[in-house]
């Protein structure tokens, strides 16, 4: 089993720390894993994107991802048709968005989390990426989140669990017609 994750947000809501804890927590989890980011100019708002790969065997590859088996996507707005395309038939978009959008097909599974909503009443406005990792280990089960949750409270503290399973409690599964 490979399976390859984006997350894809803007500079500033911590993409990249997200995909080293999932990196970790594979690795806590007694698989194999890689982390890396990519973004242009390091700005505040800029989109960045967070590549990991995951598998039950060692990973040798280190070419750069097309196509995808997760896609977690922080804020609806960088939701658009190339990223929609390059998650594998079979694959899940874990989304965070106060709405339900449609996707033009019908074979990748959607979960939305509203995450800021979140964010808001756990006075924790600066922890989307922990959110957006708690709904994509809800949804996924990849890896479990108590693996999440150590290295979010070694990391951050203690109060900044309770982002991760929230999140976790709350993301939704959303039936797609297309």
């Known amino acids: 089993m490979l399976l390859e994750l984006l ?52 990973i040798y590859t280190r070419a750069p991802m097309e196509n ?24 899940i978009i874990v989304l965070g968005s106060e709405s339900t959008p449609e996707l033009p097909r019908g074979d990748i599974k959607l979960f939305v989390i509203g995450a800021r909503r979140i964010l808001e009443e756990l006075r924790k406005p600066r922890s989307l990426n922990l959110a957006m990792i708690g709904a994509l280990c809800s949804a996924t089960k990849l890896i479990p989140l108590q693996h999440v949750e150590d290295i979010v409270v070694r990391r951050f503290g203690e109060e900044n669990r309770e982002v991760v399973r929230r999140a976790a409690q709350l993301v939704v599964s959303v039936e797609q017609t297309a």
């Not at 890396?36 to 790969?53: H, I, L, M, N, T």
């Not at 707005?77 to 594998?88: G, K, T």
Request: glycine content about 14%; aromatic content about 10%.
């Open 7 to 58: 997350f894809l947000g803007r500079g500033g809501q911590g993409v990249v720390t997200a995909g080293r804890i999932v990196a970790e927590a594979a690795l806590r989890a007694g698989l194999f894993s890689q982390s890396f980011p990519e973004f242009g100019p390091e700005r505040s708002g800029a989109p960045v994107r967070s590549y990991v790969r995951i598998s039950d065997e060692p």
């Open 68 to 91: 995808f088996d997760v896609a977690v996507v922080f804020e609806e707005r960088l939701l658009d048709s190339a990223i929609m395309e390059s998650v594998r038939s079979g694959g």
